[in-house]
Each structure stands twice: as C-alpha cells, then as structure tokens.
C-alpha cells in the first residue's frame, strides 16, 4: 500500500465522514469507537480517491450499497506521538454482493478482508509519520476459517503486529462478529520494500 499525503483526513473529516457516523449509529460499534478520548477513527485510507486506480478493489470495486458500504478503521493514540501504533481495529458492514454462499459472505474476500485491515497497520504508522512512507507487500497470508462471516451485518475486525525484524512486519487478524464471536483468523508477513515503487 502507498501512502499519500494528499489522502489524509482532518480530524473534524474524520469525525464527520459518514463511514464513521454509520458505525457510530450501531450501539456495540460506537462502544469501541468512544471507549475512550484517545480513539482515532476515520473512513479507511483504502476507501479515500487515489489516481491510477490505486486501491482500486477496496476504494472502487466493493465499494458499493450491497458489497462493502461502509468502513472504518480506528486505534487508541500513544502518549507517544512518535510511538508505533501496533493495534487497529476495523468494522465492514457485508452486503449480498460479497455472497460465496447464500448469507456468507466468499472465503476469498474474508481473506481480503483480513489483508486489508493488516495493512492498515502500516498505514495508520504512515499517517502519523512514524514509519517511513516505503510500501508493504505482503509475503503470506494464512487464514484459518472457523465459523461462516454472515453476509447483511457488520463485522469487527481487530488486527496487531506481533514482531519486527528490520523490514519484516507480522500481524495477526481476526474477524469477529457483534457478540465477539471469533469467525476467522490470519496471520501475515509484510515486507517494506527497499524504495517506493
């Protein structure tokens, strides 16, 4: 993912986009996102315009009214403006269009999913200026699918690095749903490139 500056919200854009009031106006949703002053919540950076279809697949493909309508990433600030931020958290609401089977939503994009808001660790890091603006591909993902992610609801996922080795990065997601039931986990290694690309 390449990080731009010109895609970076300002703190009242963030407040007030609507991915944010949507999952604000769902009561276990707006639990995580106001728990505490320090939460940072915003339309997730792959859902802001880019040139040259960059993002593309989240920004443009499914984003649409019955695939992905909302999304939003958020994390607890450190007292550390320079300190690394090693867990965000997402919420996606699922429309039909993400189906595999009727009402779940396709192993493939749960992986996406799961990629995606890995990413976003790198992203957030970007934005704050704590990491260097170089991009992360990832190496593997491994996903482990343990009960079926319903498609017509909004998901929780929560995504942490685990360890860092020079320009190694691996993370650990899981998608839940809104009891916390764990529905699906990954585990990835991201590689910061040695340049822009």
């Not at 695939?67 to 300190?83: E, K, M, N, Q, S």
């Not at 009960?147 to 990065?169: N, S």
């Not at 650990?172 to 699906?184: T, Y």
Request: aromatic share 10%; with cysteine.
């Amino acid at each position: 993912m390449v990080f731009s500056k010109e895609c970076k919200m300002t703190p009242q854009e963030a407040a007030t986009s609507p991915d944010v009031l949507h999952f604000k106006s769902i009561p276990w949703c707006a639990a995580h996102l106001t728990s505490s002053p320090a939460v940072v919540a915003a339309r997730s950076f792959s859902r802001r315009p880019k040139p040259n279809y960059t993002d593309a697949l989240i920004a443009q493909t499914l984003n649409a009214p019955d695939a992905i309508p909302y999304y939003a990433t958020f994390y607890t600030a450190p007292a550390d403006p320079r300190a690394l931020v090693t867990e965000v958290g997402a919420f996606l609401t699922l429309g039909p269009l993400v189906n595999g089977w009727r009402g779940v939503c396709h192993g493939g994009i749960v992986m996406t999913i799961l990629d995606e808001v890995m990413g976003q660790l790198a992203t957030v890091n970007k934005e704050r200026e704590v990491m260097d603006d170089i991009p992360l591909m990832t190496a593997y993902l491994n996903t482990k699918f343990i009960k079926p992610v319903k498609t017509g609801t909004t998901i929780y996922v929560a995504a942490k690095f685990v360890k860092q080795e020079e320009r190694k990065y691996w993370s650990e997601a899981e998608v839940q749903d809104e009891n916390g039931n764990v529905l699906a986990k990954g585990e990835a290694l991201f590689i910061m490139l040695r340049a822009k690309l």
